[in-house]
């Protein structure tokens, strides 16, 4: 669609919720809508368009939308009395589980739409604009919504996400996600090469490969065939400037041995993997339908840590999932205990509707599962704290992303994720540089770039010292 002048001076404001692919579908809408005349506000006050980009996969994260609704009713109610009118949109899980439920609870919405239908967005704002209608799409549409969408540049730093696969097929019991993003859909390997090249010449360095279940990726090899996300890995990898490759979220029962052997001969593939196992007990897992065991997992993980002796890891656990007891729960700790994470999100159990745990009758106590979630809190921040200070005298390679709050100071990820903030020149921007570690702090790490002696004379002469 062209723009055609009709939305130019509009502005529309991205409010995002849930995972990282959410963060990359709001990075496509707002692409699509500068083509629509619509440029991106960090104002709600001031915009013309307000999107919720929304999460469905507990039942706060969908309360929370509600909340937000509530304000912005108030916010359309004061515009309207200014003689301005904004249109609100609801678009992600909790649009496409909830479609137009969501009008009947939130009459200030003008727009409810799904994940699969984003390539639409800028019909569906001129008609919501032009007829006043209340417009819902929550369909699974045949054409690829990839062909389709805006191939605009996302802002922000070196570090960038590029959506691999949608959907899921895993039907995990507790889980709403095949329910709102549907069927897994693989895109091509040529279309992800071409993407991953075009986010290269617009300065990123590292990609992070995303998938609801990004390991189970099987999609169109350049030649016709049929390749798995080890091999696509592999093949990214040669693409000049990609220094650095993430992928998440992955399915310990789709880590194959191709994939193994990426974390083996693939430098640029990061020693940090974010491998959810979401309990330690048999009698869980099989009930979270997760199609493995306890030992199935330890030896992924064996497999991983042989090929790729310094990587880490990283886990979701559900605690108080229907059924557990007191000895599922000490299962859960005995692997925290015996894998050790660097780092790990834990949740207690959220019935939703639709999912079939939701239907169990046996659902655990409140009080219960809330304790039980804050010893394995307890252990796994235990663990995090001691990955963490283990870095101190370390020295540690960091991708720097953007400027520090103090002055000379530069922030970036090292290879485990770990916030970094070092003393170096802003030309730092945009690299890797190695930084030693002097500080840990609570969440980050803090450290001093080394600087080769050229540098550091240039960086001297700028501060007006002497060397
Ligand atoms: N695809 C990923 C998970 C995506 S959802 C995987 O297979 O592991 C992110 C996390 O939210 C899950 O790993 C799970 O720990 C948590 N989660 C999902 N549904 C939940 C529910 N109903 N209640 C509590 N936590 C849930
Ligand atoms: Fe949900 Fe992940 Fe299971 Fe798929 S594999 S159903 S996204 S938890
Ligand atoms: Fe939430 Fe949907 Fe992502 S439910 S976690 S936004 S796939």
Redesign the pocket.
């Known amino acids: 669609m062209s723009g055609g002048g009709l939305n130019l001076g509009k502005s529309v404001f991205i409010k995002t919720y849930g995972c990282q692919m959410n963060v990359y579908d709001s990075n496509r809408m707002v692409d699509l809508l500068e083509v629509a005349g619509y440029s991106k506000t960090e104002h709600l006050s001031s915009a013309d368009l307000i999107i919720l980009n929304t999460c469905h996969i507990r039942e706060k994260a969908e309360e929370k939308v509600y909340s937000e609704l509530g304000r912005l009713t108030k916010l359309k109610t004061k515009r309207k009395e200014q003689g301005s009118k904004i249109l609100i949109a609801v678009a992600g899980c909790v649009a496409q589980a909830e479609g137009k439920r969501i009008l009947e609870r939130a009459p200030t919405v003008d727009l409810v739409f799904g994940p699969q239908t984003y390539h639409r967005l800028p019909f569906m704002v001129q008609n919501a604009m032009a007829g006043g209608k209340r417009i819902v799409d929550t369909e699974f549409p045949v054409e690829d919504k990839f062909d389709h969408l805006a191939q605009g540049s996302q802002q922000g730093g070196p570090s960038k996400f590029l959506t691999i696969q949608e959907g899921?097929d895993?039907?995990?019991t507790?889980?709403v996600?095949?329910y709102t993003r549907g069927a897994e859909q693989s895109r091509p390997a040529i279309s992800i090469a071409q993407e991953a090249r075009r986010l290269v010449a617009d300065g990123a360095r590292e990609i992070t490969l995303l998938g609801?279940?990004v390991n189970a990726w099987h999609g169109e090899s350049p030649s016709g065939g049929e390749w798995k996300l080890g091999r696509l890995i592999c093949y990214l990898a040669e693409i000049e400037g990609i220094d650095r490759i993430r992928y998440t979220?992955s399915?310990p029962k789709d880590v194959d041995d191709e994939l193994i052997n990426a974390h083996r001969e693939v430098p640029q593939l990061m020693p940090f993997l974010h491998l959810?196992v979401q309990s330690g007990s048999d009698k869980i897992l099989a009930a979270m339908n997760?199609h493995h065991n306890a030992r199935d997992y330890f030896h992924t993980v064996e497999k991983l840590r042989k090929a790729r002796p310094e990587i880490v890891l990283s886990s979701d656990f559900i605690v108080g999932f229907p059924g557990e007891e007191d000895e599922d729960f000490a299962k859960t700790i005995k692997m925290v205990n015996e894998v050790g994470y660097a780092q790990a999100y834990s949740f207690k159990y959220s019935a939703r509707p639709g999912t079939p745990a939701a239907d169990i009758i046996d659902q655990v106590e409140d009080s219960v599962a809330a304790e039980r979630l804050a010893g394995l809190q307890q252990l796994l921040r235990a663990q995090q704290d001691a990955f963490l200070s283990a870095q101190k005298g370390k020295k540690v390679k960091v991708l720097f992303e953007r400027l520090g709050k103090q002055v000379g100071q530069i922030c970036g990820r090292s290879p485990y994720m770990h916030p970094v903030h070092a003393q170096a020149p802003d030309s730092f921007l945009g690299k890797i540089a190695e930084v030693h570690i002097a500080e840990v702090k609570t969440n980050s790490l803090l450290g001093k770039v080394e600087l080769g002696k050229r540098l550091a004379r240039n960086a001297a002469v700028a501060e007006g010292v002497s060397l």
């Open positions: 899921c895993r039907f995990c507790f889980c996600v095949p609801q279940n979220t399915h959810p997760r």
